[in-house]
């Protein structure tokens, strides 16, 4: 079905796109758009030097902090287990999202009216689409090792075997590929003919959609489609997983048996309330309609996506590595054998 109508979606665009163009070519006194303009913080100079400084410095804690936990997963031998690779694929997608839109935004702190060709634009749109979307499917995958884990803890190994779980790694990836590719495609697909100013850091989906002069209730079901797929219904398979996890939780008899348990899944959970807690503070919240000028609301939105873009990636290794025994034994063996290497 979603096919089908994925497919019908991409068809209407299509055809609109046609349709205007050949408007266009009857001399329509409309220029297509070769080119975008990011206005990121323009106007602002004390901000774009606070916040220059401010996103580098987070970048690079990203960068070692993430890198870590992926040598960590990647070398120690006491770390192959799903949760393990699960969380260095965590880590690397991590680099990869903010990877897709930091070097931008920094860039666009010290360039004001920053201009990005339009295909520089939709390769931007693409990764931080892909990124994002693997992650939620990620964190689900997450889950469902953690309810076997806690839940079915004698089939483990038979159920979470190297098969299972390399697919269930790669499936993520996969699949946020493919959905990013469809709405990056419908919405670069859409005609582009005057505006070309993008009020914010990089080009995000929703404000490239703003400046298209077609009808974009197609790119608008589409994207409901999505949200649907990739934040709705991990919610959901992630709620209904910990209610089986803390319901199993709470029957085990010892203090230090709930205990153990219990950190063994805190980790994940703590990550996903983060991940989930942001987006939907970002998308959820009611937005000003009003698109005239830059208003000082405005400016606060943007600040505020531009640092959720970068806290859930700073505090992921975080958050594990300092509940974590085995990461930071892992770590401290990596130190430990570089030293002695020296
Ligand atoms: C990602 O997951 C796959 C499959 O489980 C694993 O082989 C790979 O090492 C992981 N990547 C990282 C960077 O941990």
Redesign the pocket.
């Known amino acids: 079905h979603m096919v089908v109508i994925v497919c019908n979606i991409s068809l209407r665009t299509v055809c609109s796109y046609y349709l205007l163009s050949i408007y266009w070519e009857m001399g329509a006194n409309q220029t297509i758009v070769t080119e975008f303009v990011l206005l990121g913080l323009s106007g602002h100079p004390r901000l774009e030097t606070i916040f220059f400084v401010l996103v580098l410095w987070m970048y690079l804690v990203i960068l070692l902090g993430n890198g870590i936990l992926?040598i960590v997963?990647?070398y120690d031998s006491h770390l192959y287990t799903?949760m393990y690779?699960?969380?260095?694929?965590l880590?690397?997608l991590d680099i990869c999202y903010t990877t897709s839109s930091v070097p931008l935004i920094l860039d666009s702190f010290l360039t004001p009216r920053k201009i990005i060709s339009f295909s520089g634009c939709a390769v931007q749109m693409f990764l931080s689409f892909a990124m994002g979307a693997t992650e939620c499917v990620l964190l689900s995958m997450m889950a469902f090792d953690s309810y076997v884990a806690i839940c079915k803890p004698l089939r483990y190994p038979v159920i979470m075997n190297k098969d299972t779980?390399?697919s269930?790694?790669?499936g993520s990836w996969i699949a946020g590929d493919i959905t990013s590719a469809v709405q990056t495609s419908l919405a670069m697909k859409l005609p582009f003919c005057g505006d070309n100013v993008i009020n914010h850091f990089t080009c995000e989906i929703l404000a490239v959609l703003k400046l298209a002069c077609a009808d974009i209730l197609p790119n608008v079901i589409s994207m409901t489609l999505a949200d649907v797929i990739f934040l709705v219904f991990p919610v959901l398979f992630i709620f209904i997983s910990y209610v089986f996890i803390l319901s199993t939780i709470l029957r085990i008899p010892s203090a230090e048996g709930r205990r153990k348990a219990f950190s063994t899944c805190s980790a994940h959970l703590t990550v996903v309330i983060v991940f989930y807690g942001t987006i939907f503070f970002m998308y959820v919240k009611p937005k000003s309609k009003d698109s005239l000028g830059v208003s000082k609301e405005d400016i606060t939105d943007k600040l505020i996506s531009l640092f959720y873009g970068v806290v859930t990636p700073m505090f992921n290794p975080l958050i594990y590595s300092l509940r974590n025994k085995d990461v930071k034994t892992a770590v401290k063996n990596l130190m430990g054998r570089k030293l002695f290497a020296e």
């Open positions: 992926i997963t990647i799903p690779s699960f969380l260095g694929n880590s690397f779980y390399v269930m790694a790669a």
